[in-house]
């Protein structure tokens, strides 16, 4: 485990979803998602406004060098 590695992958990911404003979004919903890599798996957790949404998190993350895959327990509320 190279845990600084792990780190940079971790923070590359908010970057990005920061730059596609999925986290600015998730935010003005009170949602909180936690966004974890061990080993080059990231742990996505959770809640996100719909399954676009969620699909897009993922996706992000899969596209980061360094992922070698990706875990979601993310879950969204239909609705608004």
Not at 39 to 56: C, M, R, Y
């Amino acid at each position: 485990s190279n845990p600084s590695y792990d780190d940079y992958v971790t923070a590359k990911i908010i970057g990005f979803l920061k730059r596609k404003n999925l986290i600015r979004s998730l935010d003005q919903s009170n949602a909180k998602l936690l966004i974890k890599t061990y080993n080059g798996t990231v742990f996505l957790n959770g809640v996100v406004k719909n399954s676009a949404q969620k699909q897009n998190v993922i996706n992000t993350a899969k596209n980061v060098v360094g992922v070698k895959q990706v875990v979601s327990n993310l879950t969204f509320r239909e609705g608004k």
